[in-house]
């Protein structure tokens, strides 16, 4: 009669005491052997799941994976999927060893894809990761996004790390932060600030607005509307400069040009340097074509000239 008395029924047990660590009533065993839960019949394997409160919060399948719920698709291979909630049955970790951490309406369909968390994300490349975050996207082969909003990395070893509406789709680019910046070129980057554009080879943009690096290894510091279109060419900040040749520079100021390959503005506003290796200093000068100019101050040029003598002077 005690052996009925303690014994676990299948429609379950009412107990007065539960288990707390020293004493109580448990499931278990008190010997040196694990605790087993089997579902054996293998013609027609069937996982196995866990209720708390009349609601199924683990089920354990027999590919290995492991979910929080029995909603939504079929689990990838060795799948960890521990979000609730979702809107489309493809909401879940899909890929083989593929994991969601949390959150809700999150899909990892990428083979070893993660998502930690958040809300709508979705990590479809091989190895891909969104760290959490909403509505963010890693879509290519080991491409991350850290979180923020919108953001989305495509390409391969792509990355953006967090801000908002940011896209990083060159070959191991990367969009540190910021809104609306794209990092387009391979190994391309955009450090923060809103709406810039690194699209060249190895091109940066440290931050700023409206700022363009297309120039293969161009740079634009900051700034506001700044563009170096040039290869290795140089933009330090200011308003609306541009650098267009080959290894150009402006270092600053405002709507100032170097549009020939080695040209120099050091500053100021509307200067133009358009000779090859021409310098202008800064202030408000125009160099013109073909020019090499040793120093310029406010509108006077200086140049190299011949040496007069003073019998020729007189």
Same mark, same amino acid.
Do not use: K
């Given at each position: 009669?005690?052996?009925?008395?303690n014994?676990?029924?299948?429609? !379950? +047990?009412?107990?007065t005491?539960a288990?707390?660590?020293?004493?109580?009533n448990f499931?278990?065993?008190?010997? $040196?052997?694990?605790?087993?839960?089997a579902?054996?019949n293998t013609a027609s394997?069937?996982?196995?799941?866990?209720w708390?409160?009349n609601?199924e919060t683990?089920?354990?399948n027999?590919?290995l =994976?492991?979910?929080?719920?029995?909603g939504g698709n079929?689990?990838?291979? %060795? $799948?960890?999927?521990?979000q609730?909630?979702?809107? #489309?049955? &493809?909401?879940?970790?899909s890929?083989d060893?593929?994991?969601?951490?949390?959150?809700? /309406?999150n899909?990892?369909s990428?083979? *070893?894809?993660?998502?930690?968390?958040?809300g709508v994300?979705t *990590?479809?490349?091989?190895a891909a990761?969104?760290?959490?975050?909403?509505?963010? &996207?890693? =879509?290519? /082969?080991m491409a991350t996004?850290?979180?923020?909003?919108? +953001?989305?990395?495509?390409s391969?070893a792509?990355?953006?790390?967090?801000?908002?509406q940011?896209?990083?789709?060159?070959?191991?680019a990367?969009?540190?932060g910021?809104?609306?910046?794209?990092?387009?070129? %391979?190994? *391309?980057?955009?450090?923060?600030g809103?709406?810039?554009?690194?699209?060249?080879?190895?091109?940066?943009?440290?931050?700023?607005?409206?700022n363009?690096?297309?120039g293969?290894?161009?740079?634009?510091?900051?700034?506001?509307?700044?563009?170096a279109?040039?290869?290795y060419a140089?933009?330090?900040? !200011?308003?609306q400069?541009? #650098?267009s040749g080959?290894?150009?520079?402006? !270092?600053?100021?405002?709507?100032?040009?170097a549009?020939?390959?080695? #040209?120099?503005?050091?500053g100021g506003?509307?200067?133009?340097?358009? !000779?090859?290796?021409?310098?202008v200093?800064?202030a408000?000068?125009?160099?013109p #074509?073909? &020019?090499?100019?040793?120093?310029?101050v406010?509108e006077?040029i200086?140049?190299?000239?011949?040496?007069?003598?003073?019998?020729e002077?007189?």
């Amino acid at each position: 009669m005690s052996s009925v008395v303690n014994a676990w029924f299948l429609n !379950g +047990n009412t107990i007065t005491s539960a288990w707390d660590g020293s004493s109580g009533n448990f499931l278990g065993t008190t010997s $040196a052997h694990p605790l087993v839960i089997a579902t054996t019949n293998t013609a027609s394997p069937q996982p196995i799941q866990i209720w708390v409160g009349n609601q199924e919060t683990f089920q354990f399948n027999t590919n290995l =994976s492991l979910q929080r719920d029995a909603g939504g698709n079929t689990r990838g291979q %060795e $799948a960890v999927d521990l979000q609730f909630s979702r809107l #489309a049955a &493809t909401q879940v970790a899909s890929g083989d060893y593929s994991v969601i951490g949390g959150g809700a /309406f999150n899909t990892a369909s990428g083979f *070893a894809a993660t998502v930690g968390g958040g809300g709508v994300n979705t *990590a479809s490349g091989y190895a891909a990761t969104v760290g959490g975050g909403s509505n963010n &996207t890693a =879509s290519d /082969f080991m491409a991350t996004v850290g979180g923020g909003l919108q +953001n989305i990395a495509r390409s391969v070893a792509a990355t953006v790390a967090g801000g908002s509406q940011n896209t990083a789709s060159g070959d191991i680019a990367t969009v540190c932060g910021g809104r609306l910046n794209i990092a387009s070129g %391979e190994v *391309a980057a955009v450090g923060g600030g809103d709406g810039n554009t690194a699209s060249g080879n190895s091109a940066t943009v440290g931050g700023g607005g409206g700022n363009i690096a297309s120039g293969d290894a161009a740079t634009v510091g900051g700034g506001n509307g700044n563009t170096a279109s040039g290869s290795y060419a140089t933009v330090g900040g !200011g308003f609306q400069n541009d #650098a267009s040749g080959d290894y150009a520079t402006v !270092g600053g100021g405002q709507r100032n040009t170097a549009s020939r390959d080695y #040209a120099t503005v050091g500053g100021g506003y509307l200067n133009t340097a358009s !000779g090859y290796y021409a310098t202008v200093g800064g202030a408000r000068t125009t160099t013109p #074509a073909g &020019t090499t100019p040793l120093c310029q101050v406010g509108e006077a040029i200086l140049q190299m000239v011949p040496t007069i003598s003073s019998s020729e002077r007189m």
